[in-house]
């Protein structure tokens, strides 16, 4: 995965579930190919170890735990790629969450 | 911290096909069950990922088949390996799951509008047409109706909640210790019975097919609560798995309906380099042989910088291949007519796992297991359409044999407080350098250990082994799990939904998982189904027997089993 430049994210922070929700910006660099999911995996796993990011993911597209929201578009997030020039990336959870990006653990 | 407690008859882990099964047959024997599961049931699980196929042998099964002609089947398929008394159990009761299964309301595709009578596809390596399907989603509807099945049942479901180790006190099976992820909280949870249903572990490789939490959690509790594992070196690789671009990688792409078409295979150069290993023909080559032979060809050099090979397509109409895969791999960033597209095997299902006898007991007292987590039906190698058939079959029989020991037991349930505090202590650590005010600045993170992992596990225990590859990689997982062990820690200090935590908590499994695979693969000193020793590349006779894998305070032992279990009788 070849470098190019960076993304700038605003991604939203939530404390609980009913709490109110900031957003929080994130410069991400940019990987050719890279899906929503990869880029939240990365912001999780490399920037910022207190964002609450759990996939189950059936990782081909039709389970639908995955959805987000993507500059007010709703998308599932492991079959779509970061746009080519996206300006600000600006990501929410679209299920219902309990912190941050991690379902409500509802059955 | 303190720990909280709850008390029930059998303990579940895990909530895919296997586990919601077995909680199902445990409410029927009049046990209290619960099911735990570290994700959520609506989607977790490798069962949500089978697609097509749900084999078995129907009333209305074609002229000729049989439950003994469908055991045959798996048993050549599993080269010697496989535990006779389990393929004809499997064989024999596979019916009587598909039946239950449309008695919860699987409506099975019909040979034709109005009819009753289920469609049966034909899958490579059975003898007969046996697979039952619902459009292009089994699983996701089994999953579907045994949940609702559960709820009906009141069966309660702990979502969100990792089972860490089994608690086990001389001998006796005392209950779980797990971690409440939305709280942070320690559990134990009592009982005498414990089911373990929770799937594969081929996330410990780089390159793998799976859903994140395919991490071998059942295989490393097992192995630290002391019960014995089989066959842990007979990983199967699905030969044609995406490398690039980054959004595909992991997918699976359909070599065996495009291959027959007229698909190759071309090293970094563009040569096609089949016929250069003597493997037959590529269109008759199944997907160990791909495997094996692709894995040569990237050793030898002829890999991509990513490490894959392409298939190529060319010359052929893209409107003839699997649409609804199309469609996916458009989003991810592969063009629909790319007439190149660049692979590698990646790992893809566990062989092997808990050895289970008849009833679905494993070598641990109350211990039971279904499902991926288990060893002893596939062998060397898995015939296509059976995942399912095994975690229903098999999860019904645990579910039943687990309540009836529970049910059975009157003795103190209770362990010692001391045996308590040891079982927790890992987790205890964790959370304790994670919340030490004077932080280790050079603590090792829950993914850089993953990364390790999969890095040690695609490098040396990958689809080609050799003796001092194995040996390297068994060094490297023995260094990295005593470094986690002391210096692993969240960067975050609340404990409610740590993502850091919990794959802390994963990663202590894979760590053991690789390592009782690399070991099985070192000790097999010969070549066979999923197992490819590139310095013992023949088949041997000797080796005609499962490899048992077990832990106590004594160290590790490992033992010969001819043919499963025969060689104790």
Redesign the interface.
């Known amino acids: 995965m070849r470098e190019t430049a960076h993304l700038v994210c605003e991604i939203a922070r939530k404390p609980s579930a009913d709490g109110s929700v900031r957003f929080q910006t994130y410069q991400v660099p940019r990987q050719e190919g890279m899906t929503v999911q990869d880029l939240l995996r990365y912001i999780a796993d490399e920037l910022d170890g207190t964002l609450a990011f759990f996939e189950h993911s059936c990782r081909r597209g039709f389970c639908g735990s995955c959805l987000v929201t993507v500059n007010g578009k709703k998308v599932l997030s492991c079959r779509t790629l970061v746009p080519a020039d996206p300006g600000i990336l600006r990501i929410e959870p679209a299920l219902k969450t309990a912190r941050d990006f991690w379902p409500a653990d509802e059955v | 911290l303190e720990v909280a407690r709850q008390r029930y008859d059998v303990v579940i882990i895990g909530s895919g096909g296997a586990g919601l099964r077995a909680a199902l047959a445990a409410a029927e024997q009049g046990a209290r069950p619960v099911i735990i599961t570290k994700?959520?049931?609506?989607?977790?699980g490798g069962t949500?990922?089978a697609h097509y196929s749900f084999c078995a042998v129907l009333p209305t099964a074609l002229p000729g088949d049989s439950p003994e002609v469908f055991a045959q089947d798996i048993l050549r398929s599993g080269e010697g390996i496989s535990d006779p008394k389990l393929v004809s159990m499997l064989a024999e009761r596979a019916g009587d799951a598909v039946a239950y299964a449309q008695s919860l309301g699987v409506k099975f595709d019909p040979v034709e509008e109005g009819s009753n009578v289920p469609h049966l596809g034909w899958l490579a390596g059975h003898t007969y047409a046996r697979a039952v399907h619902v459009g292009n989603?089994v699983g996701?509807e089994l999953i579907r109706v045994l949940?609702k099945a559960v709820?009906k049942a009141q069966i309660p479901?702990h979502?969100?909640t990792s089972a860490t180790d089994l608690i086990v006190e001389d001998g006796v099976l005392k209950g779980v210790a797990a971690f409440h992820i939305?709280t942070g909280e320690l559990r134990i949870y009592e009982a005498p019975a414990v089911i373990m249903a929770t799937g594969g572990g081929s996330q410990i490789y780089e390159l793998n097919t799976n859903?994140?939490?395919a991490t071998g959690d059942g295989y490393g509790i097992a192995l630290r609560a002391g019960a014995e594992l089989i066959d842990m070196e007979f990983v199967q690789f699905y030969p044609t798995v995406f490398v690039?671009?980054?959004?595909?990688r992991?997918?699976m792409f359909n070599s065996g309906i495009l291959i027959p078409k007229g698909a190759r295979l071309l090293n970094r150069h563009g040569e096609d380099f089949w016929d250069k290993y003597g493997a037959g023909p590529l269109v008759e080559a199944t997907r160990d042989v791909m495997t094996r032979v692709m894995s040569q060809e990237i050793a030898a050099g002829g890999g991509t910088d990513q490490g894959g090979l392409y298939i190529s397509t060319r010359g052929m109409d893209p409107r003839e291949f699997p649409q609804m895969q199309q469609k996916?791999l458009a989003?991810?960033?592969v063009a629909p007519d790319a007439e190149l597209k660049e692979v590698a095997p990646g790992a893809h299902y566990f062989m092997g796992g808990l050895r289970i006898d008849e009833n679905a007991a494993s070598s641990l007292p109350g211990l039971y297991a279904a499902g991926e987590c288990t060893g002893g039906i596939h062998g060397a190698n898995r015939l296509a359409g059976n995942a399912l058939s095994e975690n229903q079959v098999f999860g019904a029989i645990a579910g039943t044999h687990a309540a009836k020991f529970a049910l059975r037991q009157t003795g103190l349930l209770k362990a010692s407080a001391q045996l308590e505090e040891r079982v927790l202590a890992p987790v205890r650590e964790l959370i304790g350098r994670t919340q030490s005010p004077s932080p280790d600045r050079d603590a090792i993170?829950p993914?850089e250990g993953w990364k390790q992992v999969q890095s040690v596990m695609q490098r040396w225990v990958g689809a080609t082994r050799t003796e001092a590859g194995l040996k390297d990689a068994i060094s490297a997982l023995d260094a990295l799990r005593v470094e986690c062990s002391q210096r692993m820690a969240?960067?975050?200090a609340?404990l409610?939904?740590?993502?850091?935590i919990?794959r802390a908590l994963d990663l202590r499994n894979m760590i053991d998982t690789g390592w009782m695979a690399a070991l099985a693969a070192l000790e097999r000193k010969e070549s066979r189904g999923a197992h490819v020793r590139l310095d013992a590349p023949e088949e041997n006779e000797e080796w005609t027997c499962s490899l048992a894998v077990s832990l106590s305070e004594q160290g590790v032992t490992l033992r010969k089993l001819k043919r499963g279990r025969e060689a104790e009788a």
Do not use: T
Not at chain 2, 39 to 44: K, L, M
Not at chain 2, 244 to 248: D, F, I, L
């Open positions: 994700g959520q049931p609506q989607w977790s949500l990922s989603a996701r949940l709820k479901i979502a969100f939305p859903p994140m939490e690039a671009p980054a959004g595909a992991g997918l996916l989003d991810v960033g993170r993914s969240a960067r975050d609340s409610a939904y740590n993502r850091d919990s």
